[in-house]
């Protein structure tokens, strides 16, 4: 195990991750399902993500500003309280201030998301990447896994505050292991806002374009679940196949994280190949019971699809000249733009065919595997 323990910022990293997605699942994977349950069309609820990742985008230059200045650990408790008030309003319900919503929805992940991909280029060698991945990834499905028992909990008992004080408290603690391995990127240029958007526009690189395409796997993933659960009705169940789906991920995680430290291309062609046929099964399968396996296989390879892919995409940025801090925050930029595009597009065809629309998420997803396995065999 020293192999995945070899500094000791991994293992604060490793909790935080932990700690993180426990408390973000709220949001994660049953908020969308959560919103629908409480009466919002689906229409609007993709309306309202696709205005959450264009704040997020337009705001993303914010982590370069706070951190620089008060350390990452200061945009890791300022976005966490965000994420606290946002498990509110879903737990309460969104329709009546919708503004507000999206505005608290979109602002955690500007100064949130672009920290992984900056402490990764900070603390982990290049030899460890896949193993690295592979263990925050166990630690995010075992926070995931924990926290769907108490979201089911929560939900099927109305035992709504304690849930929401849970939530919090995990998000403290996730801030206080950010705060051991805090630190200040040194910010070359004043003029943050401009330069990123200056810069996002005018090159247009490889890793750009495979997160903008990676668009397509983060809103198959958000409404995945919304669609498990349109399918089975039914709100314990539906915990229940998140929950089994979730602790099979641990063994093929471990396993791919060696295998990609190894050989990362044919890794991810295998892995491209397996994703695709899982994705697939969705256009053409409609049983619960398959359903449900098909939600347990797809997030099994969802999870060794992400330590493969984040692999991929740290080993480009790593090996650009650029600077990876700058990067993190670009290629969320980037992320965050071309999903307020989709988003928009899906949100207006959803008001006329509605939940068809699952139909159009998962071809999408298909096609941006496929254009991603290509950029990444194509050399920088």
Request: glycine content about 4%; charged content about 15%.
């Amino acid at each position: 195990m020293k192999e995945y323990f070899y500094k000791s910022e991994y293992k604060w990293l490793y909790l935080s991750k932990f700690f993180f997605s426990f408390a973000n699942s709220f949001i994660d994977i049953f908020g969308v399902v959560m919103l629908h349950k409480n009466g919002m069309p689906l229409y609007m609820i993709l309306f309202i993500y696709g205005l959450r990742f264009g704040i997020m985008g337009l705001c993303s230059p914010l982590f370069l500003k706070v951190s620089s200045k008060s350390g990452i650990a200061s945009c890791a408790i300022l976005a966490n309280l965000l994420k606290i008030a946002s498990s509110y309003m879903i737990q309460k319900g969104a329709q009546n201030n919708i503004l507000l919503f999206i505005i608290i929805m979109g602002l955690p992940g500007a100064l949130r998301n672009p920290m992984e991909d900056a402490t990764f280029g900070k603390y982990v060698e290049t030899e460890r990447r896949g193993r690295y991945n592979s263990m925050q990834n166990i630690f995010r499905i075992c926070g995931q896994a924990l926290a769907s028992v108490f979201v089911a909990w929560g939900v099927t008992s109305d035992n709504n505050t304690l849930l929401l004080l849970i939530i919090a408290m995990a998000f403290l603690l996730d801030y206080l292991c950010i705060g051991v391995i805090d630190y200040r990127p040194k910010l070359t240029n004043e003029h943050v806002f401009k330069e990123t958007i200056k810069y996002m526009f005018k090159n247009r690189n490889k890793y750009e374009l495979i997160y903008a395409l990676r668009t397509n796997h983060i809103i198959e993933r958000l409404f995945v679940p919304l669609y498990v659960y349109l399918v089975l009705q039914d709100f314990v169940a539906f915990s229940t196949v998140i929950r089994v789906s979730l602790l099979i991920q641990i063994i093929t995680v471990i396993i791919i994280g060696k295998l990609t430290d190894k050989n990362s291309q044919k890794t991810s062609d295998i892995v491209t190949i397996i994703r695709t046929l899982i994705t697939t099964i969705y256009l053409f399968v409609q049983n619960k019971v398959a359903i449900s396996f098909n939600k347990a296989l797809s997030d099994n390879f969802e999870k060794v699809y992400e330590t493969t892919i984040q692999t991929s995409i740290q080993n480009i940025i790593k090996e650009s000249d650029e600077d990876s801090t700058i990067l993190s925050t670009i290629v969320q930029m980037s992320l965050c733009f071309t999903e307020l595009i989709v988003f928009l597009g899906l949100s207006l065809i959803s008001y006329f065919v509605n939940t068809n629309i699952f139909y159009v998420i998962f071809i999408l997803s298909i096609i941006s595997t496929l254009e991603i396995n290509l950029l990444i065999k194509k050399k920088s």
